[in-house]
Nanobody, 120 residues
Framework: VQLQASGGGLVQAGGSLSLSCTAS????????AGWYRQAPGKERQWVAL???????HYVDSAKGRFTISRDDAKHTLSLEMNSLKLEDTAHYYC???????????????WGQGTLVTVSS
């Protein structure tokens, strides 16, 4: 299974950006999924999480500005980011717990990261 993230780029403060993450490979079901970010010199932190039934959670700094969603038919995870701030600058990583159809076992996967840069 591979997670391919895309959509990062350069945006001015106050602007918007959409991230997408597509899972490919042998997939029976995608369980919990989410977006994390890592700013330079800082530890990776979770930003938004979505359960298999669509329950969402956001880090306080993202509440009201970011929206996480999923399309299980397309194995896609999205993050809509609005009112971006300088402190949102980071590499963003998608994460998903994927169940294998052959073994029915689940494991965690990470995407390769996509860079979001917010400028003043």
């Amino acid at each position: 299974v591979q997670l391919q993230a895309s959509g990062g780029g350069l945006v001015q403060a106050g602007g918007s950006l959409s991230l997408s993450c597509t899972a490919s490979g042998s997939i029976f079901k995608i369980h919990d999924a989410g977006w994390y970010r890592q700013a330079p010199g800082k530890e990776r932190q979770w930003v938004a999480l979505i359960s298999s039934i669509g329950v969402t959670h956001y880090v306080d700094s993202a509440k009201g500005r970011f929206t996480i969603s999923r399309d299980d038919a397309k194995h896609t995870l999205s993050l809509e980011m609005n009112s971006l701030k300088l402190e949102d600058t980071a590499h963003y990583y998608c994460n998903a717990v994927v169940q294998d159809p052959a073994t029915m076992l689940s494991r965690e996967y990470w995407g390769q990261g996509t860079l979001v840069t917010v400028s003043s």
